[in-house]
């Protein structure tokens, strides 16, 4: 009899088309990705109950093998020592975490945890409705304040969470008329504000590229904004901001720049990516950005001219509709933004810590891609050594994500681990002879 795993991948779901008591249980999630089973257009075919018994099917063989990372549970906050429980065994153990974008540790800052506590003894946990409604708080509007001060714009908008931010303002802004001009390594929640708006994409951060398509956008759109993130999820590297900035003068575009891994990492400041480059505020038009990453809270945030912000406050449903963000996560940003500012020495250990940690990577001949910040890719290229290595450190104490197909190509598949601040130089040691053990045995099997 035919298993699903004897037909190629995108048959999957073809496959699949037998009696479902005869389908469940063969597909084996180490040979197929997310991608082959969630994104398989075989599966339109099936009602909706089908293609979840057949998602359900490969999210219990991984279990199985336990590879079934995304469910690992923490029971405590997300500083440098964590607790997880596996999902397959519910065992409870410690592990040093490379996990977290949390690059300051700001979110177990005593100061930044206590402001939460009083936001939440003053207003209470919910807002009760939207901003424009009768959601509107003091504690959110000063956090507002201190964001635009602290880049250097009029006005700034919070939102309740960075993916909500990008999708609100870019589908908000672009009209029929208009064109986003995205590179292609982009957030996905960038890539979804622009879904359904016209868009073209360049090379990442590849700048004949972009003037390409920027002269071939020229004569066609009304209004054009270029996009990209500060620093590259995925990648660590950094935007070529000086020449983006001035083609996009060059050709009348408005520049748009995600600032989520940039800040409290990079600039003399610590500010991010107009200051690691010593640029003016007017370089960029739009500024976006997350609390959830360096200031270790959560929340977007966008910054601009007080007639863009109070443009957004109507055009970006995400914040028209959604209920005022969660207030204890206004104060504790408020209070994380004005400490990142002032307490260099953190930013210092984190800088430190990165240049251990690479040091080391470098002189094993790791695969670190274009890296040059807290996000630290170590590239296998191999789908299957990724969730077994991800398995094995975890197993060994030592938490990283692995990043699969398709959220990089299959020839990028890679551990991704994050450096942080207050990891001392035992941990930072610890987390990489625990990643080169991890390969080196993978590779002796
Ligand atoms: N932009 C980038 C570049 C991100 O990496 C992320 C989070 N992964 C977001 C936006 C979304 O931010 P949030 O998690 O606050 O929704």
């Not at 336990?66 to 500083?79: K, M, T």
């Not at 509007?141 to 960075?162: H, M, P, W």
């Not at 959830?292 to 977007?300: A, D």
Request: proline share 2%; net charge negative; charged share 20%.
């Amino acid at each position: 009899m035919n298993t699903l795993q004897d037909f190629p991948t995108h048959d999957i779901a073809i496959a699949a088309n037998v009696h479902p008591s005869r389908r469940l249980g063969t597909i084996d999630a180490r040979k197929h990705t997310l991608y082959d089973v969630m994104m398989n257009t075989g599966l339109d075919d099936f009602s909706m109950a089908e293609r979840w018994a057949i998602f359900h099917d490969w999210q219990q063989s991984m279990l199985q093998y336990q590879i079934a990372h995304y469910q690992r549970v923490a029971l405590n906050g997300c500083g440098t020592e964590r607790m997880i429980m596996d999902p397959a065994t519910q065992n409870v153990s410690a592990v040093i975490n490379f996990a977290s974008n949390d690059y300051l540790n700001m979110s177990c800052h005593p100061a930044v945890m206590n402001a939460a506590i009083e936001a939440i003894a003053q207003y209470g946990t919910g807002a009760g409705a939207a901003c424009n409604a009768s959601g509107q708080t003091k504690i959110k509007q000063e956090l507002e304040r201190e964001i635009a001060d602290t880049f250097g714009y009029e006005k700034a908008l919070v939102f309740s969470s960075g993916y909500a931010t990008n999708t609100g303002v870019l589908s908000g802004l672009l009209r029929s008329n208009d064109v986003a001009i995205v590179d292609m390594l982009a957030h996905a929640s960038i890539m979804d504000g622009v879904e359904n708006r016209n868009k073209m994409l360049f090379r990442h951060n590849d700048m004949a590229s972009l003037e390409t398509v920027l002269r071939r956008a020229s004569d066609r759109f009304a209004n054009k904004i270029v996009v990209v993130d500060g620093v590259y999820s995925m990648d660590g590297d950094i935007a070529n901001l000086p020449e983006i900035a001035a083609l996009c003068k060059k050709y009348n575009a408005l520049l748009m720049v995600d600032e989520a891994h940039a800040f409290g990492v990079i600039g003399k400041h610590g500010l991010g990516i107009l200051d690691h480059f010593n640029m003016p505020a007017d370089s960029i038009d739009i500024l976006v950005g997350t609390l959830s990453k360096s200031v270790g809270s959560s929340g977007g945030f966008v910054a601009g001219s007080k007639e863009l912000i109070h443009y957004l406050e109507f055009a970006a449903r995400s914040y028209l509709f959604s209920t005022g963000p969660f207030v204890a996560s206004c104060a504790a940003a408020l209070a994380s933004i004005k400490i990142i500012r002032e307490d260099t020495a953190r930013r210092q250990r984190l800088w430190n810590n990165i240049r251990a940690f690479r040091s080391m990577a470098i002189v094993t001949g790791f695969d670190m891609g274009r890296a040059e910040t807290a996000i630290i890719p170590i590239i296998l290229a191999n789908h299957n050594k990724v969730l077994e290595v991800t398995r094995v450190m975890g197993n060994n104490g030592v938490l990283v994500n692995g990043i699969p197909y398709p959220v990089v190509s299959r020839k990028q598949t890679r551990i991704r681990m994050t450096i942080t601040s207050e990891m001392t130089t035992a941990h930072i040691h610890q987390g990489f002879c625990c990643l080169t053990d991890a390969i080196d045995n993978y590779e002796m099997f």
